[in-house]
């Protein structure tokens, strides 16, 4: 129940957004900062009918007088950051903070609250403004102890931790890894090779099916206007603020339908082809299962490449974004990549088709962490924020990993009962699994010990890891790399790996996918030292 207490005051409103911009998340982020001075200041002088997308884009982003928000998401971008930077910030420097700010998704007023109040509650003299919190679909706190008590862990972390930290030790003698599952072995270290460079923006071709206007992404990508087509007809889709599997929701809201063709024209170099699928129509709720609506073929440069496909069968249901990817892609000798969708039964149906340079007969390597940026690592890897996950959800830990140089990789969590599908093209790959324990274990949050946190992990039905247990691997906060080797995809052109909780939730902090036939070797043979050392 929360705790009443005197109504919050414009002074301490002030005051509480001054210790956010005092703070080194703040000070790093100019931007940021300018963009929670703005809507606090809004709020303060009831111009809150100014906190528009179109407003913020233009005084706080600085976008022309032309800026639309529908086709530039930067607005949303920047909210979206400006929430876990929030979330992040009250979990560490403003733990002690009395008065905490939020703004709630889809909306633009920040809502202010008493440190300890379970609804946020705002006033302003005799001004009251009332918010439900924010849905925890992506919640950037650290998971809590176990099943029954973990709803309760909201502002009450702080106090929670000095409670559950005990006086415990065990000995951290080295342990040996686990062995690798009958056929897969693990990846054995190689020599450093050349990190493929990133392909600049003017190299990769995005086209956003359906559409008639360019329009940037979340993460800053430019996608153009369906264009290079012949046939078929564009199809809206109703907007979704979630859709699993992706990052981007706003990709699938427009497709080609029918039949249709793309005729795209390419400097002539190898490409990684990327289809993007999404089945908004069929369901079992409109009919039994949704399969066998909608059943096409896809051939690019005259050969098969999907045959007889069937997106929710692929995907595994409605609303559930689907990647198709092939390498070895390259343009005719008319400069251009055709691809033909012909219909079997149904309307096909089309999202969105990017090519990304690639090396031949390699596939780009694969590098995600369960957070909303880019990361570059000390060998120069860059990895992707997170992306084809389905179910779980983000928590975020600042203590340190005292064995590997690049602590964002061990930052940010997803936990709980949750699957990778990983879309790549035919061929053989190397996986690698990086995890921690910076939860439980003595002198963190959720105390316990051995036993506390057990979780299996399967790749395409196999299984990689049974009950795992990190403590048992290291101690806790140390970084574990697991590898497995010869793993190939599903008939979907998945690796589907699923964390399947034992006891408590199953936890993973980055994941990594290699394709065999190149020489990529993996970040984690420069980035972190076995569990039992430090770098």
């Not at 529908?70 to 930077?85: G, T």
């Not at 395409?460 to 790399?481: S, W």
């Not at 006891?503 to 290699?514: F, P, R, T």
């Amino acid at each position: 129940m929360a705790v009443a207490q005197h109504p919050i005051g414009e002074d301490e409103i002030r005051s509480a957004m001054e210790s956010v911009l005092a703070s080194d998340a703040f000070n790093r982020s100019p931007q940021l900062s300018r963009l929670l001075k703005y809507l606090c200041n809004s709020f303060l002088d009831r111009a809150t009918d100014r906190l528009t997308e179109h407003v913020i884009g233009a005084e706080v982003l600085g976008r022309n007088s032309e800026f639309d928000p529908a086709q530039d998401s930067a607005v949303r971008v920047e909210m979206h950051r400006l929430r876990r930077r929030l979330r992040d910030y009250y979990q560490s420097e403003g733990a002690a903070d009395r008065v905490r700010i939020q703004v709630p998704a889809g909306r633009y007023t920040p809502v202010f609250s008493w440190a300890h109040d379970e609804e946020p509650e705002v006033f302003i003299t005799e001004q009251v403004i009332e918010a439900r919190p924010e849905p925890p679909r992506i919640v950037a706190s650290a998971p809590a102890a176990p099943a029954a008590l973990r709803w309760r862990m909201t502002w009450r972390w702080a106090a929670c931790l000095a409670l559950v930290v005990a006086a415990l030790a065990y000995s951290l003698a080295r342990r040996a890894p686990i062995p690798a599952p009958a056929g897969i072995a693990h990846a054995e270290s190689a020599a450093l090779t050349p990190v493929l460079p990133a392909a600049s923006s003017s190299d990769v071709h995005r086209i956003s099916c359906g559409r008639t206007r360019p329009w940037t992404d979340r993460l800053g990508q430019m996608w153009s206007a369906d264009a290079d087509f012949q046939g078929g007809q564009r199809y809206e889709i109703q907007p979704r603020s979630y859709i699993a599997g992706t990052l981007e929701p706003h990709l699938f809201e427009s497709a080609r339908t029918g039949t249709f063709s793309y005729r795209i024209p390419l400097p002539r170099r190898t490409y990684e082809l990327r289809l993007y699928f999404i089945e908004p129509v069929f369901s079992p709720e409109a009919d039994p299962g949704g399969e066998a609506n909608r059943i096409f073929n896809i051939d690019v440069n005259g050969e098969r490449v999907l045959d007889h496909f069937d997106i929710i069968s692929d995907a595994g249901g409605p609303w559930i974004a689907d990647v198709r990817v092939f390498k070895d892609i390259v343009p005719g000798s008319d400069g251009a990549v055709h691809l033909d969708v012909s219909s079997i039964f149904g309307t096909p149906l089309l999202n969105a088709i990017e090519f990304v340079p690639a090396r031949p007969h390699i596939l780009n390597p694969i590098r995600i962490l369960p957070q909303d940026s880019f990361y570059t690592d000390s060998a120069g890897n860059l990895w992707t924020p997170d992306n084809y996950s389905i179910s779980g959800r983000f928590a975020t830990h600042v203590g340190k990993v005292p064995n590997t140089r690049d602590q964002d990789i061990f930052s940010h969590e997803r936990y709980g009962h949750f699957r990778y599908a990983i879309p790549v093209a035919r061929g053989s790959y190397s996986l690698y699994l990086y995890m921690s324990e910076k939860y439980f274990g003595p002198g963190n949050a959720g105390g316990g010990g051995l036993g506390t946190r057990i979780f299996d992990v399967y790749c395409n039905g196999a299984t990689l890891l049974r009950n795992l247990d990190l403590l048992k691997q290291a101690a806790p906060n140390y970084g574990i790399v697991r590898a497995f080797r010869h793993l190939t995809p599903n008939a979907q052109g998945k690796l589907d790996i699923s964390f399947v909780p034992v006891h408590d939730y199953a936890s993973l902090y980055g994941i990594e996918v290699l394709d065999e036939d190149g020489p990529d070797v993996s970040s984690s043979a420069r980035t972190v030292a076995p569990a039992d050392g430090g770098l």
